[in-house]
């Protein structure tokens, strides 16, 4: 039998689908049809979530959660035209929600939207592509993107599209996109300005708002202002202006004009065509409070120019400015404060705004808005600058408390300006007087210890010239103003660093604040950059030497020199000489060591200590009183400046009499004071034990100085020798008329009070260490006061020459040598051209002898040569 033979199955008939039509009412499943391959279906998907998306936000909410928006990224770039047109209506119409503006920039199809802008695109998609790149370019990421992919350029294009809502969309876009710099120079590079001044011309008042908003932020850069001014951009927005029908443009139109007034050219055009009457026209009349702010911003702008300036004045725009300052809206009030700034170089506009203005800007310095405070700050620092009549008008216009509480403002150009102000009053003493009475130090504090190099360097300005006097710089001190000062001296700001100098120089003026100053460290820092030849300034140089100047204890240690001008007065000590940069301890920390084996400090002080007490009140208070005028030399100075500068016996007939008075006075009190002196003096026959009674509480009133009680007021050990001494060298030396005489005079008169003539076979064997040591064994400190010293040399004499010397107007300087020498040096008129007739005969140095055979003068030919071989 055969095998069977099985029968191959049958391949089954292919499935044929007839059309189906298919009628949905839920959304959910036409965002499922999105993913159809079929074309048809896809653009009626497309269409109904068009309609569904026009609904609401709600609608487009309900989409994104759907996933309708992947799939649409997807039919952007269909085949179909249809699919692609309704795709991006879509889009047009979703991208004004936030979160599907977030979602298309993480899906990147700002780049597909871009290429729907193609000019073989249809009108509507262009309308809807358009319009889906101004609502994504809103915000910063989305510019980025648009600009980084090329949008630009087509969507200026798209500025001549005979489509209305083509222009809308597109202008709305490049507005959005110029707020970027980068966005702006590109819109200069694609020649944008004349298809965006032919939407000017659009009959649709949006189009055109757009266009002049747009124009008002490119033309921030000059490169559009000349672009705009070459294709009569001027010419159409003056004509805007002009047209009563358009006022609703007039805003954006005056903020076009207000930036174009900043390029000269343009500017020029402006005045010819009738443009700045016109502004000033708007400024006065309208009631729209934008319309002013313009007006007065592109008056301000205009005000800068010379010849504006006097057109403005002869139209008497003074009176605007000062109404506007009156508007209830703070931008115009800004504008206008901005536009008296600019006037103030007009000296007639300066006088007017006297008394009307100045009060209305005061006013303004007490508003809430710190914009409007700081632009009245401006206005007022330009009107009183170099005008001390406006200067005086704001402070009696109650400017001086509004000023001062600018100076807390939180913008720094408020509390610059409120600083130029206050130093402008400043120059005037009366004001000066007013402002510090505001407690003006302690309002600068705040602005010195600012991170903003204007307002440090307006507030050392302002301390420079508030701190003119002694009241006022104490007043800083205990504020706690010198510590942010000083280091404004390291600023690497040159105008900081020039005005800290300045106010450090100023608030050298007297010794404790110089002795303060330099523990702050003020003369190093000013030492190291007067060094450098890119830091230093004249004022830090003289700052330097100011400080150096009122803190001559300090000088002669570092320096080793003291001029005739530099005027020794009490509380000066000796300390030896310090290397630069060595800090020297107060006096006050160096009474209250003990005693070393460190040479001695020499104290001068004229001054009885009220620590130490006196035999009775009388003396007391007669010793206090003698100190105080002892001190006081400013006559001294002056005498000492005309004995350098004119002849000798001319010259020093002035300071006799100007201290004839007060020396009566001072004789009066000394003697009062010296009697228990020429009593202790002559109680050479006293018993013994009473001698020594003296000699201890001599010897205890500087330790009494030092250890009274801390809520005490310091003061320095007295010297009542040295008190007597000046008593005795002013009653005989000071009406001696000869200069020459009156030197030799006291010059003997130094060497007899410090062991008197000393031959040079003979100095070895002079004994004054252990004089010195058994003083500041008895005073239990290093620091001896001048008057105790009975035995000196080279240094001791030398400076208790300077001391009196400068006590009667005597001018000399003191100078230090090498192995305890010291000297003075004193100018006279040259023996050989006395009675010389015509000019001044010339002053030759002498070297005054104190020790070998004092009163004998011997003249320096060369300090390096001569005065060893004197010495």
Known sequence: MGKKVKKEAEPPPKDVFDPLTVESKKVATVVLMLNSPEEEILAKACEA?????????????????????????????????????????????????????KLLRELD?????????????????HEFASLCLANMSVEYTSKVQIFEQGGLEPLIRLLSSPDPDVKKNSIECIYNLVQDFRCRATLQELN???????????????????????????TNDKASRAMLRENQGVDQLIKILETKELNDLHIEALSVVANCIEDMDTMVLIQQTGGLKKLLSFAENSTIPEIQKNAARAIAKAAYDPENRKLFHELEVEKCLVSLLGSENDGTKIAASQAISAMCENSGSKEFFNNQGIPQLIQLLKSDSEEVREAAALALANLTTCNPANAKAAAEGDGIDALINTLSSKRDGAIANAATVLTNMAMQEPLRLGIQSHDVMHALLSPLHS???????????????????????TEL??????????????????????????????????????????????????????????RKNKFSEAAYNKLLNNYLSLKYSQTGYLSSSNIISDGFYDYGRINPGTKL??????????????????????????????????????????????????????????????HFSAGFGSPTEEKSEPTSGRNTAVSKSTTKEKGSRKGRGKKEEEKVKEEEEV????????????????????????????????????????????????AKYVAEKMGGKIPKEKLQDFSWELHISELKFQLKSNVVPIGLIKKGIFYHRALLFKALADKIGVGCSLVRGEYGRAWNEVKLMSESRKGVMGALPPLEVYIVDLMFHPGSLIKLRSREADHYRFL
């Open 585 to 646: 301890l107060p006096l006050k920390d160096l009474c209250l060591q003990e005693p070393s084996d460190q040479r001695a400090i020499l104290l001068i002080n004229s001054r009885s200590s009220d620590v130490s007490p006196p035999p009775s009140t009388e003396d007391k208070s007669s010793d206090v009183g003698y100190g105080r005028s002892i001190s006081s030399s400013s006559s001294l100075r002056r005498a000492s400046k005309e004995k350098t500068n004119f």
């Open 192 to 218: 944008a300005i004349p298809p965006i001044l032919d939407l000017l011309k659009s009959e649709y008042p949006i189009i055109q708002l757009l266009a002049l908003k747009t124009l008002g932020v490119i």
């Open 477 to 534: 001190r205990n504020a706690g103003g010198l510590e942010p000062l000083v280091e404004l001296l390291r600023s690497k700001n040159e105008e900081v660093r020039r005005n800290a100098s300045w106010a450090v120089m100023v608030c050298a003026g007297d010794e404790p604040m110089a002795v303060e100053l330099c523990r702050l460290g003020a003369l190093e820092i000013l030492e190291e950059i007067n060094v450098s030849v890119s």
């Open 109 to 125: 199809v700002v780049n597909s939207v871009i290429a729907r802008l193609a000019p073989e695109e249809e009108v509507v998609i």
């Open 699 to 746: 010897a205890a009133a500087p330790k009494l100085t030092g250890e009274g009680s801390l809520e005490k007021e310091w003061f320095p050990p007295s010297d009542p020798d040295f008190c007597v001494y000046v008593y005795e060298v002013t009653k005989s030396i000071l009406p001696i008329t000869n200069i020459k005489e009156q030197i030799e005079v006291l």
């Open 49 to 101: 979530i068009y309609r569904f998306a026009l609904k609401g936000e709600e609608n487009k909410a309900t989409l994104l959660e759907l996933g309708a928006v992947e799939p649409l990224t997807k039919l952007l770039t269909h085949e179909d035209k249809i699919v692609r047109r309704n795709a991006t209506m879509i889009f047009g119409i979703l991208a004004s929600n936030n979160d599907v503006k």
């Open 451 to 473: 991170a903003n190099t204007i307002v440090q360097s307006k507030a050392a300005l302002t301390v420079a010239a508030t701190a003119c006097d002694a009241e006022a710089r």
